[in-house]
């Protein structure tokens, strides 16, 4: 029998010794009015919930316990340059006596401790997977209205289609729609958040077509699934009818930008199709029996997908973690290594500590500026859309509202802007590629003009009044001179009351300011018209007659 007819064995897929899933999901918050008409910081109100809140503020490590401080901390810190590390950490000032005063950090970091794991099936028939949770957080911002929340999960000995699918399907703010069977599309087919015992906290109600359908139709605004609603509580969707202090509104896509760390046994037998649906996060596709796997789009469209999407400084057989690729589509940022190399699965000084701290933080600086910038055209086209011109009130909340803002992104601007966050080259190009693929700088480029021209405007419809007011002063001074130097040639008086009885002269002074005023005021009330007439005298090139004509229009009736 020749070689060529027997079939080919099949090869076992890689497994994923190791995997971790760290969703980041950007929301806007709607400001919290505070007691004296202030915008009260948001962490302050859901500290002062006690324990109506699940939420507690985590306590860094950069405290001065140095039994907390681990040299993976000081790794993180040293990786970033020093305005960034006063952004992430807060800054350390000159000793007082034998102390430090040190000045937090303008991020504030919220944690629940009540959710340890979540229990999902991927898909309809798929067997139940329960995935350990490592925290879950919310990230706050000074004198931004956006909160992150952050969920880290982690599980062990997936195959590599399982680790696939959880990356597509976990992490959907709500269901893209349903199949003919009602069954939710891209969605996970179940997911339950479990306490430390096992039992069920939250469970998603993503295939309930009739009530994200009846949300939409009524509201305009999708409706969260129940079990992310869940997990923001007490901080509630600006559109349901929960109520709720802290509210918050969708900004970005419904699907969580996501990371993913994957330690796998064989590194190298994954095919360029696994690559792609990884760094593309596009889930699993079916596999032949040689175990490999159709690309999931055409040739030409990924004809520059290694150039593009992948990092390859470590791509190779050699170093401390041999076999180690990172992919990056700004959505989603991908690690994929060997399971055997010690540095790679090192928590301390490895590639899973650079994951989870470095990494983490340069994808959450590039997700934090893109979510501020989009939450500031936000905010001006809502301003503009309140608008109403007729209304002197909205007019000057309006101008309050955008030199408010004007300010405010101008503290943003320099306080969380950034093009570089490091020397190091690998987190410099990691950065790259997020700020890249999130189209960062034409982003920040459109918002900083659209503000500045509504800033603009401001000004110059200030530089309009102050003309306007301008003229209207000199009319009344020109008109009023004629009056000042009749009645005051020589210190004439053309009434000598000056013996009179008071009565009298209170009389006729009383008289002649309630006609000087309306005088002045009249004057005030046509000093347009006035100041065109003047225009008119004073053109050497007008005639006597258009110059009369001029002066009849004053009191002629104009349609506008």
């Given at each position: 029998m020749?070689?060529?007819?027997?079939?080919t064995?099949?090869?076992?897929?890689?497994m994923?010794e190791?995997f971790?899933q760290?969703?980041?999901w950007p929301v806007?918050l709607?400001?919290v009015r505070?007691?004296?008409?202030?915008?009260?910081?948001?962490w302050q109100?859901?500290?002062?919930?006690?324990d109506?809140?699940?939420w507690?503020e985590v306590?860094?490590?950069?405290t001065g316990?140095?039994?907390?401080?681990h040299e993976r901390?000081?790794?993180?810190f040293?990786?970033?340059l020093?305005?960034?590390q006063?952004f992430?950490?807060?800054?350390?000032l000159?000793?007082?006596?034998?102390?430090?005063v040190?000045?937090?950090s303008?991020m504030r970091?919220?944690r629940?401790?009540?959710?340890?794991?979540?229990?999902?099936?991927?898909?309809?028939g798929d067997?139940?997977i329960?995935?350990d949770?490592?925290?879950?957080?919310?990230?706050?911002?000074?004198?931004v209205?956006?909160?992150l929340?952050?969920v880290?999960v982690?599980?062990?000995?997936l195959?590599?289609?399982t680790a696939?699918e959880l990356?597509y399907r976990?992490?959907?703010?709500?269901p893209?729609?349903w199949?003919?069977h009602?069954?939710a599309?891209?969605?996970?087919a179940?997911?339950e958040?479990?306490?430390?015992?096992g039992q069920v906290l939250a469970a998603?109600?993503?295939?309930q077509?009739?009530?994200?359908?009846?949300?939409?139709s009524t509201?305009r605004?999708?409706?969260i699934s129940a079990?992310w609603?869940f997990?923001?509580r007490?901080?509630?969707g600006d559109?349901s009818d929960?109520?709720?202090?802290?509210?918050?509104?969708?900004i970005?896509?419904?699907?969580m930008p996501?990371?993913?760390?994957?330690?796998m046994?064989?590194?190298r037998?994954?095919t360029?199709?696994?690559?792609?649906?990884?760094g593309?996060?596009?889930?699993s596709?079916?596999?032949d029996?040689?175990g490999?796997c159709?690309l999931?789009y055409?040739e030409?469209h990924?004809a520059e997908?290694?150039?593009?999407?992948c990092?390859?400084r470590?791509w190779t057989?050699?170093?401390?973690?041999?076999?180690?690729?990172y992919?990056?589509?700004?959505?989603?940022m991908?690690v994929v290594g060997d399971?055997?190399s010690q540095?790679?699965?090192?928590?301390?000084?490895?590639?899973?500590?650079?994951?989870?701290h470095?990494h983490?933080?340069v994808?959450l600086?590039?997700?934090?500026?893109?979510a501020a910038?989009?939450?500031y055209?936000d905010r001006?086209a809502e301003t503009?859309k309140n608008l109403d011109?007729?209304?002197p009130?909205?007019v000057r909340h309006?101008k309050r509202?955008i030199?408010?803002?004007?300010?405010?992104?101008?503290?943003f601007t320099?306080r969380?802007?950034?093009?570089?966050?490091?020397?190091?080259?690998?987190?410099?190009a990691?950065?790259h590629m997020c700020?890249?693929h999130?189209g960062?700088d034409?982003l920040?480029a459109e918002?900083?003009?659209?503000?500045?021209?509504?800033?603009?405007y401001?000004e110059a419809?200030?530089?309009?009044?102050q003309?306007?007011?301008?003229?209207?002063l000199?009319v009344?001074?020109?008109f009023?001179?004629?009056?000042?130097?009749?009645?005051?040639?020589?210190g004439?008086?053309?009434?000598?009351?000056?013996?009179?009885?008071?009565?009298r002269?209170?009389?006729?002074?009383?008289?002649?300011?309630?006609?000087t005023t309306?005088?002045?005021?009249y004057?005030m009330v046509k000093s347009?018209?006035?100041s065109d007439f003047?225009?008119?005298?004073?053109d050497e090139?007008?005639?006597v007659?258009?110059k009369?004509?001029?002066?009849?229009?004053v009191w002629?009736?104009?349609?506008?």
């Amino acid at each position: 029998m020749n070689a060529a007819t027997h079939p080919t064995a099949p090869t076992a897929p890689p497994m994923v010794e190791h995997f971790r899933q760290v969703l980041l999901w950007p929301v806007r918050l709607m400001p919290v009015r505070g007691s004296e008409g202030t915008h009260a910081k948001p962490w302050q109100v859901l500290a002062d919930m006690g324990d109506a809140s699940p939420w507690r503020e985590v306590v860094d490590e950069f405290t001065g316990d140095s039994s907390r401080f681990h040299e993976r901390h000081y790794n993180e810190f040293v990786s970033f340059l020093p305005y960034v590390q006063r952004f992430l950490y807060g800054e350390g000032l000159p000793k007082h006596g034998a102390q430090t005063v040190a000045q937090g950090s303008p991020m504030r970091v919220f944690r629940r401790q009540d959710i340890a794991a979540v229990r999902v099936v991927p898909r309809p028939g798929d067997a139940p997977i329960t995935l350990d949770t490592v925290h879950v957080d919310l990230y706050f911002f000074l004198d931004v209205d956006l909160v992150l929340l952050n969920v880290e999960v982690t599980a062990n000995h997936l195959t590599l289609e399982t680790a696939q699918e959880l990356m597509y399907r976990f992490g959907r703010a709500y269901p893209a729609g349903w199949d003919a069977h009602g069954q939710a599309l891209h969605c996970l087919a179940e997911a339950e958040w479990l306490d430390a015992q096992g039992q069920v906290l939250a469970a998603s109600d993503a295939n309930q077509r009739d009530v994200f359908l009846a949300q939409v139709s009524t509201r305009r605004a999708p409706r969260i699934s129940a079990h992310w609603d869940f997990m923001m509580r007490p901080l509630v969707g600006d559109h349901s009818d929960h109520p709720g202090q802290l509210r918050f509104r969708q900004i970005e896509y419904y699907r969580m930008p996501q990371m993913a760390y994957l330690a796998m046994d064989r590194p190298r037998d994954l095919t360029r199709s696994d690559f792609v649906r990884l760094g593309l996060v596009t889930g699993s596709g079916a596999r032949d029996p040689a175990g490999g796997c159709a690309l999931p789009y055409g040739e030409q469209h990924l004809a520059e997908f290694e150039s593009k999407y992948c990092y390859d400084r470590f791509w190779t057989e050699g170093g401390a973690a041999p076999n180690t690729r990172y992919l990056c589509n700004g959505h989603a940022m991908v690690v994929v290594g060997d399971a055997s190399s010690q540095f790679y699965g090192c928590r301390d000084r490895g590639v899973l500590a650079q994951f989870r701290h470095q990494h983490f933080l340069v994808f959450l600086i590039a997700h934090f500026q893109k979510a501020a910038l989009l939450m500031y055209s936000d905010r001006l086209a809502e301003t503009l859309k309140n608008l109403d011109i007729t209304d002197p009130a909205s007019v000057r909340h309006f101008k309050r509202a955008i030199r408010n803002g004007f300010a405010s992104f101008l503290r943003f601007t320099h306080r969380y802007w950034f093009h570089e966050v490091s020397e190091q080259a690998q987190v410099r190009a990691l950065f790259h590629m997020c700020s890249h693929h999130l189209g960062l700088d034409p982003l920040y480029a459109e918002v900083k003009e659209r503000i500045a021209e509504m800033n603009q405007y401001l000004e110059a419809d200030s530089l309009r009044r102050q003309a306007n007011t301008v003229v209207r002063l000199t009319v009344v001074t020109i008109f009023g001179l004629i009056g000042t130097v009749t009645t005051g040639f020589l210190g004439m008086n053309l009434l000598a009351e000056a013996e009179s009885p008071m009565e009298r002269r209170l009389l006729i002074f009383a008289v002649v300011f309630i006609l000087t005023t309306v005088l002045t005021v009249y004057t005030m009330v046509k000093s347009k018209r006035l100041s065109d007439f003047l225009d008119v005298l004073s053109d050497e090139r007008m005639s006597v007659w258009n110059k009369c004509k001029a002066l009849v229009g004053v009191w002629a009736r104009q349609d506008d």
